[in-house]
């Protein structure tokens, strides 16, 4: 293809409200133009990388046996109500009405659909197992759009839905599409980790996400580098730092603290580490009758160490606390501890609460914590002697960087990482909910053991940007580049013998298979660099008649320091290896 057959439309500065690298460069290289908040027009640059990704997407999904098919972006709600689906979600769901006033969604994902055509269509134990894939559409209302295609609100995902005929099974198709996965992301040729992850909102009980690794990440991943183990931090195993608990070895004192609310303050007013500190957090849980009126609120203290900080997703997953909770109000704290916040400690409340103390916590012995008045705290706090034993020990906080690994195998490290893949084991929660059900082999009805897995195409596009580039701009994986090699050939509208040997080679390396662009704009030399180390295009090639003159060309790869002279007999062998490597 040439140059000015496409569209090319690049910029020198990127939009004021571009905040990552992403989308600076998206914006500058013309592969994206803002329509609305976080809604885009993919430009014919961007979208030939788009199509790329899908290829290879689909590719490995029909290698793993999953089958397409094509799902509306519009939704009936009845579905979504007969899971439930329809009140759970908050506003990011995007309710619609059509002209007779019947409700409808804009799709974030498809298990309800899919799992109405499947009660419809699989109906005998022999039509299983079966997975399902699209590449499509999606709308999620985010209160807050930004980073490009990094967080939009319309996007592209691939999702699929495997239905099996028990746990066994489902397990098998999980794995399928784990190492899917794995085979799609390494042809992406990027950098990344999967690891194991919360089920969220969309439910079920096993999980990994696949995390490409960027320094801007929203993500921390923790793994250790001893191992296999990895996984999101909202996840991560936690082990108690304390063999277990030592004796008591001081008395229980009440210090003055004035002004000193924080644990790192207190410990250094004290003179005492911070690890000795233990940090009081106040949730609350509400009980509700069917009017929707609060006829129980009960309180709930969890204790961490002052250096660690609360995992809620942990802490949500606890008896009591699952079906959900909220931070207590000062009036709710005032009540159970006659006191502000600040100086909060599980010794002396005023009213019942639940303990719940984080594991390393409730192996230490002569801790600090607040008085339950202001301006003080105790220090020598002893579990047995100076306060109950806990109501329950568990796992409630963040790993920090240089914690046991869960394994036994090492030592915990942390990097940050971009989610563009997630591999969900739904068991029966969808199928269950609309009774998609097939006749087993005695012809008795069971539900379909479901599971789900989605990659983010466009947000793939965004991480492979931030994992790759430079203060020149974007450079791209061969794999998903736009165009793989870039002709750039010196006084093209000037020389005939440029023009003649640039087109030759264009036309050779066309006829390879090869995705090759030829810039035939005559633009000055620089401006025609600038414009492809911008874009990215992984391989250039420069014709000059200086150049010709000895037969020479000249190769550059876009991460290499400096130009290579190549003859122009060896050129395309050159770029055949540089393209098969």
């Not at 290698?63 to 329809?86: D, I, S, Y």
């Not at 069917?290 to 961490?304: P, R, S």
């Not at 802490?315 to 005032?334: N, S, V, W």
Request: charged share 25%; hydrophobic share 40%.
């Amino acid at each position: 293809m040439k140059a000015s057959q496409f569209f090319i439309s690049t910029q020198k500065e990127a939009p004021a409200d571009a905040e990552v690298v992403s989308h600076k460069l998206m914006m500058r290289a013309g592969m994206i133009k803002r329509l609305g908040a976080g809604i885009y027009n993919y430009m014919p640059m961007g979208l030939r990388v788009i199509r790329k990704v899908e290829a290879i997407i689909r590719e490995e999904m029909n290698r793993a046996g999953a089958v397409e098919l094509l799902m509306p972006v519009v939704q009936p709600a009845e579905l979504w109500q007969e899971t439930g689906r329809w009140d759970k979600m908050g506003p990011e769901l995007l309710r619609v009405k059509d002209r007779h006033e019947r409700d409808f969604i804009i799709q974030p994902t498809s298990e309800e659909v899919i799992t109405d055509i499947a009660r419809q269509e699989l109906r005998s134990y022999r039509q299983l197992p079966k997975n399902f894939y699209h590449i499509q559409t999606k709308f999620r209302d985010e209160r807050r759009p930004r980073f490009g295609v990094m967080r939009g609100r319309e996007f592209t995902m691939k999702d699929a839905y495997s239905f099996d005929r028990d746990v066994e099974s489902a397990g098998k198709s999980y794995e399928n599409m784990y190492a899917a996965y794995g085979r799609i992301f390494d042809r992406l040729g990027l950098r990344y980790r999967a690891v194991a992850a919360d089920t969220g909102a969309i439910g079920g009980d096993r999980s990994h996400e696949f995390q490409v690794i960027a320094e801007t990440g929203e993500d921390a991943i923790v793994y250790c580098p001893d191992s296999d183990y990895a996984a999101n931090i909202e996840l991560a195993e936690a082990v108690a730092l304390l063999p277990s608990r030592g004796a008591a070895t001081r008395a229980l004192e009440k210090t003055a603290t004035p002004g000193r609310s924080t644990c790192a303050a207190v410990a250094e007013l004290l003179g005492l580490p911070l690890t000795q500190t233990v940090k009081s957090l106040v949730l609350a849980t509400d009980e509700k009758n069917e009017a929707g009126d609060i006829v129980k609120t009960t309180v709930w203290l969890l204790l961490l160490r002052g250096d660690h900080d609360l995992n809620e997703v942990k802490a949500g997953k606890l008896p009591g606390l699952k079906a959900g909770f909220r931070f207590a109000t000062e009036a709710e704290i005032a009540d159970h501890f006659g006191c502000k916040p600040g100086y909060l400690g599980p010794v002396g409340v005023k009213k019942p609460v639940k303990v719940i103390a984080d594991r390393t916590v409730a192996q230490m012995a002569d801790f600090v914590s607040g008085a339950n008045e202001a301006d003080f705290h105790l220090t020598g706090v002893n579990w047995g002697r100076d306060l109950p034993e806990p109501d329950a020990v568990a796992d409630i906080r963040n790993v920090v960087e240089g914690d046991p690994s869960p394994d036994g195998k090492g030592v915990l490290a942390i990097q940050r990482g971009i989610e563009v893949g997630h591999v969900f084991y739904l068991g029966t929660k969808y199928s269950a909910a609309m009774n998609a059900n097939y006749l087993d082999e005695n012809g008795k009805p069971r539900p379909m053991e479901m599971g789900c897995y989605g990659i983010g195409v466009t947000r793939i596009v965004g991480a492979a940007i931030e994992q790759n580039h430079d203060e020149r701009g974007i450079i791209w994986p061969t794999s998903i580049a736009p165009f793989a090699v870039v002709l750039c050939p010196i006084g093209y509208d000037r020389s005939a013998e440029v023009q003649a040997a640039a087109q030759q080679l264009h036309d050779e390396l066309s006829a390879l298979g090869v995705d090759v662009l030829l810039d035939d704009r005559g633009e000055r030399p620089g401006a025609m660099f600038a414009d492809w180390e911008l874009i990215g295009v992984p391989h250039r090639v420069v014709i000059s008649d200086r150049g010709l003159k000895d037969g020479k060309l000249e190769y550059q790869g876009r991460r290499d320091a400096q130009a290579t002279s190549v003859t122009v007999a060896d050129v395309v062998t050159l770029l055949r290896e540089k393209l098969g490597a």
